[in-house]
């Protein structure tokens, strides 16, 4: 069974760093994209971050570029999101998704159940 | 960046009624369109991808067509756990974007 677990979310101040993590079980972790989501309270769905399989490559949505990292370790089935400088705006549940990719198609299959990051003095 | 715009923002209906949902991209996405369902609290769960086709697992009561701009989510005959709300996204270009959401109340 395809499992994704966030951990990291927690309340931090304006300009404050935090680490995001994503264990995955149940399938071959190196063989996919992943990717992260946001959702901010009552808002819709924000994509933030994709990462390769062998992590060689990363896109990141333009809000973020520069204040965020998203990295993986294939050898743990992890995936990470390194954010720093973060803003009042960056407050929303942040959800890892993987990402099948057949042909020229890739596309969200299974999603985490999400880990609340809350910016605010 | 690609804008993905759904109608209606929300809608009520009725259980065994065929409902759908529209989403139109500002410019053409082929048919690199996702759709997704979320219920209050929850992961998004993903229905359609491929504007078409079915992910594992999804009732055949749920559908999707369209290419290019226009797309539509089809839910033939409405259960009561069908109530959430419904997202599409497109994947053919960074950002990747999502409509604004529809939400489905069962009456």
């Known amino acids: 069974e395809v499992q994704l677990v966030e951990s990291g979310g927690d309340l931090v101040q304006p300009g404050g760093s935090l680490r995001l993590s994503c264990a995955a079980s149940g399938f071959t972790f190196s063989n996919y994209w992943m990717s992260w989501v946001r959702q901010a309270p009552g808002q819709g769905l924000q994509w933030v971050a994709n990462i390769t399989p062998n992590g060689g490559q990363k896109y990141y949505v333009d809000s973020v570029k520069g204040r965020f990292t998203i990295s993986r370790d294939n050898a743990k089935n992890s995936l990470f999101l390194q954010m720093t400088s973060l803003r009042d705006e960056d407050t929303a549940v942040y959800f890892c998704?993987?990402?099948?990719?057949?042909?020229?198609?890739?596309?969200?299959?299974?999603w985490g159940q999400g880990t609340l990051v809350t910016v605010s003095s | 960046d690609i804008q993905m715009t759904q109608s209606p923002s929300s809608l009520s209906a009725s259980v065994g009624d065929r409902v759908s949902i529209t989403c139109r991209a500002s410019?053409?996405?082929?048919?690199?369109l996702a759709w997704f369902q979320q219920r209050p609290g929850k992961a998004p769960k993903s229905l359609i991808y491929d504007a078409s086709t079915l992910q594992s697992g999804v009732p055949s009561r749920f559908s999707g067509s369209g290419s290019g701009t226009d797309f539509t989510l089809t839910i033939s005959s409405l259960q009561p756990e069908d109530s959430a709300t419904y997202f599409c996204?497109?994947?053919?270009?960074?950002?990747?974007?999502f409509g604004q959401g529809t939400k489905l109340e069962i009456k």
């Open positions: 410019q053409g996405i082929n048919i690199y």
């Open positions: 998704a993987r990402i099948p990719c057949t042909g020229g198609s890739c596309y969200y299959d299974f």
């Open positions: 996204q497109q994947f053919v270009s960074y950002p990747y974007t």
